[in-house]
């Protein structure tokens, strides 16, 4: 059941209870966690918090945690699937979901009593109405034997056919409803898309309760910009809730620049600003950010030859000597930094790259840190699929929260580090996949799969990683081909996930055009394939279009998409 009123109806109840807290590992799942566990310190509310990767991690919490709680918290992840039907909970266990996928589950949806959704009134959800796809159970219709009360034989016969009849025609109902719900069902869950950011759906909640502070702003403002930088929401959507954002930003950030010591040593501001959309490139050198950002990588064919003259004509273009360019950024001369993006973006005009400007936030703290959001997506990414096995498996996790905190400067520090390394192996991964055609036209579906040897290719047995790297592929792919048809086909990346058990993970992404609305059909694809071939597929991630598959089904599996999407 949709949540009207999030203070009355969220807030207000588990304010004096113990509450369990079940979080995505995803950057926008972190951000909308901060925002709460801060409402929480404020109110003194007891809580455990429980990383989950997966639904089986997220069965095993709640088995494990059933009996000491009754209330539990689910941030993005729980509102795609019917939760009640996975978990089998007591009927006096409630649950409240904080969930960006779609489309939500109708029996979530229309279920009173004790799931409530946490979603943002004005986003468009279309979901089936009630009548359509729920029918009351009928009471078993009664033999209409007749008594025989002394009526002629002819009037019982008469009144039996007209029963019959009657039956016959509520039964071809029953079965022209059930088709229809079934069309309607199909229509509702047949592709898988995102809608707004929970963390600014938690952070609406803490500005209705007048208890926003600037550190939620900013972490709402991350949560929105993980959903752009991962490619989840459209570039409409995403102008419109930074416009949302701005008005915060505005109100809490309207300190006036003429003040003497208007900005002390530890404080921290929020500004709005058209920056470049280069990785990092604030805390690497210019030349690295141009090379390792997929869309200036993939615009000037960067794995090629050709590619890299352009590169060099482009630098020629602006201006900018190549000593300058390749030391770090904070290391170059302060009369070319003043007005470097403008001189960027003409000279990127000029060689057909139009979007390199994009509105964003960036965040200061004191004078010396300035970070813009995607920095930190990036950084908080990258601790949280870390490859370098320190301690338990929830390590990664906690770490990549703390480095959200203001106060946590060497972990977000060491989150920029390993964001380097692993946008240098995904640029690295797609130039040899272009170079040795490794991305071959299946029909329906362009397919690329990383064999066991690759360099890198442990970072891209991690779900976030893996997508990444998809999406750069595609958008470098449909840049250096010449064939028409394979720029509009969307692509399935498969990569070695675990040799010992022989499982490899898959990943389907939707096309890569400029009208794309982000829509993803590859979940429910992966699901009707995977039981038409009996393969051995564990659909375990709350991403419904990232599967893990037996290497040796494979082929059945992907022969069985191959005719279910031709």
Not at 58 to 65: D, G, K, M
Not at 445 to 466: I, Q
Request: aromatic letters at 10%; one cysteine or more.
């Amino acid at each position: 059941m949709f949540i009207s009123d999030c203070r009355r109806e969220f807030y207000d109840v588990i304010v004096s209870q113990r509450v369990l807290l079940l979080v995505a590992s995803d950057v926008d799942a972190l951000c909308a966690c901060k925002i709460l566990q801060a409402l929480f310190q404020c109110d003194h509310v007891q809580y455990t918090l429980v990383p989950v990767s997966g639904w089986q991690e997220l069965e095993t919490a709640f088995l494990e945690h059933k009996d000491q709680f009754k209330y539990f918290v689910l941030i993005n992840c729980g509102a795609n699937v019917d939760l009640l039907e996975i978990l089998q909970p007591e009927e006096d266990t409630f649950f409240f979901v904080c969930d960006s996928h779609r489309p939500i589950n109708v029996v979530n949806v229309y279920n009173d009593t004790q799931i409530k959704l946490l979603v943002k009134q004005d986003d468009d959800l279309d979901v089936p109405a009630y009548d359509d796809i729920f029918q009351d159970e009928e009471d078993e219709e009664e033999d209409s034997e007749c008594d025989s009360d002394g009526s002629e034989p002819s009037e019982k016969r008469r009144r039996f056919e007209e029963d019959v009849i009657e039956r016959t025609m509520k039964r071809r109902q029953r079965r022209e409803w059930e088709a229809r719900r079934r069309e309607i069902i199909f229509d509702y869950e047949q592709y898988e898309y995102h809608g707004t950011s929970s963390a600014m759906v938690i952070f609406d909640l803490a500005w209705i309760m007048s208890k926003d502070l600037n550190d939620m702003l900013w972490w709402a403002i991350v949560g929105l910009t993980d959903q752009w930088v991962q490619d989840k929401i459209t570039q409409m959507k995403y102008v419109t809730d930074i416009g949302i954002l701005q008005r915060h930003v505005s109100r809490h950030n309207h300190r006036n620049e003429d003040e003497e010591n208007s900005l002390s040593i530890d404080c921290m501001r929020i500004a709005f600003e058209y920056d470049l959309r280069l990785a990092l490139y604030q805390h690497w050198s210019l030349y690295e950010s141009l090379c390792n950002t997929s869309y200036t990588s993939a615009s000037l064919k960067l794995w090629s030859v050709q590619g890299q003259k352009r590169l060099q004509e482009f630098l020629a273009d602006m201006g900018l000597p190549l000593k300058q360019v390749k030391q770090k950024f904070n290391s170059m001369d302060m009369s070319l930094k003043e007005n470097l993006r403008e001189m960027i973006e003409e000279s990127a005009n000029k060689f057909g790259m139009k979007d390199l400007r994009v509105q964003t936030f960036s965040i200061h703290f004191g004078f010396k840190n300035k970070f813009s959001a995607s920095d930190i997506v990036y950084a908080t990414a990258s601790l949280m699929e870390n490859i370098e096995k320190e301690g338990p498996e929830t390590t990664n996790f906690i770490k990549a929260l703390d480095s959200l905190s203001r106060g946590n400067l060497d972990k977000l520090h060491q989150g920029l580090d390993l964001a380097k390394k692993q946008l240098r192996a995904i640029q690295q991964t797609v130039a040899s996949c272009i170079c040795t055609n490794l991305v071959i036209s299946q029909g329906p579906f362009l397919y690329c799969s990383l064999m066991e040897g690759t360099p890198d290719v442990k970072l891209f047995s991690k779900p976030v990683s893996l997508c990444l790297l998809s999406k750069y592929l595609l958008k470098s792919f449909v840049c250096s081909t010449k064939n028409k048809r394979c720029k509009l086909l969307p692509l399935i990346m498969a990569a070695p996930m675990d040799v010992e058990q022989g499982t490899v993970i898959m990943v389907g992404i939707p096309p890569e055009t400029e009208s794309s609305d982000k829509k993803n059909f590859f979940g429910r694809a992966f699901e009707k394939a995977a039981d038409s071939t009996n393969s051995r597929t564990l659909h375990n991630h709350f991403d419904m279009s990232i599967i893990e598959l037996k290497t040796e089904d494979r082929s059945k599996f992907l022969d069985a998409l191959i005719s279910l999407l031709s």
